[in-house]
């Protein structure tokens, strides 16, 4: 029997959907609201929304299955080698929210026996719910969702980011943007790569790809593209561990010609 079989995998589903929507709560309720902001870096803050969303969120799945490990983004792990692992980011777009700009959201995904199994992500200003159950299909509300069928990157609109260290670091994907800004249609940058692999799930974006990532900005966004019927790889097109620190994400028509153009610039 594997270890997902012996849990019910609804109460594990209706457990995410529960502590997604308790953390979007808080979340929606202090938009545009004034936060208080400290830093994590030069550039990379935090607020007390973060916190209190991450507490919801925490919590909420204590509550029913306390064994399991659980990894978020403000709070050091404490892994006990459980085969259920939580990845959680309480609030994808923090530097959007702290200015009001409403895209930004909760990510939660479920990873079992190292596989991810169960992926949400809630962006409560504007009321988008995505989800997914490995093998099951993803939805946005209550519509089952598709990637686009663009099958050329010079037609391909695409979302990239960059990261905290984009001062210091020299892999900040500059040299890339810039390349890939006129080799494909158009690109943009909007601050929330969960919400990225998302709209690329759902055809708004047609690929996506970042150079420097976190397990909680991708846990549930990855599921969300792959049973959308999209395509998820390292920079070289190998298998993505949530644990990579770089992505690609497509609808699998341009997979090949976004590896290509990335690698051309090193």
């Known amino acids: 029997m594997s270890t997902l079989s012996s849990v019910n995998k609804k109460t594990l589903f209706d457990t995410a959907v529960e502590a997604a929507r308790l953390g979007g ?6 938009f545009g609201k004034r936060k208080d902001i400290t ?3 030069r550039i990379d803050p935090v607020t007390n929304v973060d916190l209190a969303s991450e507490k919801a969120v925490v919590d909420c799945i204590r509550r029913s299955f306390p064994g399991h490990d659980i990894i978020t983004e ?4 404490s892994l006990s ?8 980011d309480p609030l994808d777009g923090t530097v959007n929210y702290a200015h009001d700009y409403p895209v930004a959201a909760i990510s939660i995904g479920l990873e079992v026996d190292g596989c991810m199994e169960i992926g949400i992500v809630y962006n409560p200003m504007h009321e988008e719910f995505f989800r997914a159950v490995r093998g099951e299909g993803a939805f946005m509300n209550d519509t089952r969702i598709h990637v686009s069928s663009v099958d050329s990157l010079v037609r391909s609109l695409l979302a990239t980011g960059f990261p905290y260290d984009i001062k210091d670091n020299p892999r900040n994907n500059l040299a890339h943007f810039n390349h890939m800004a006129v080799t494909a249609q158009a690109i943009r940058r909007d601050g ?3 919400l990225n692999l998302c709209y690329t799930a759902m055809g708004r974006f047609d ?4 150079l420097t990532i976190a397990p909680w900005d991708i ?3 990855l599921l969300i593209v792959t049973e959308s019927g999209g395509k998820v ?3 070289r097109g190998n298998p993505l561990s949530v644990m990579d620190r770089q992505i690609i994400a497509s609808n699998g028509l341009i997979h090949d010609e976004i590896i290509r153009e990335l690698q051309s610039v090193g």
């Open 233 to 235: 790889t390292d920079l």
């Open 219 to 221: 846990a549930a966004g």
């Open 81 to 88: 080698g459980s085969s259920f692992r939580w990845i959680i």
């Open 39 to 41: 830093y994590k870096g």
């Open 74 to 77: 403000e709070t050091n792990a």
């Open 192 to 194: 929330s790569a969960a």
């Open 25 to 30: 709560a808080i979340l929606r309720d202090n």
């Open 207 to 210: 690929g996506y790809w970042e």
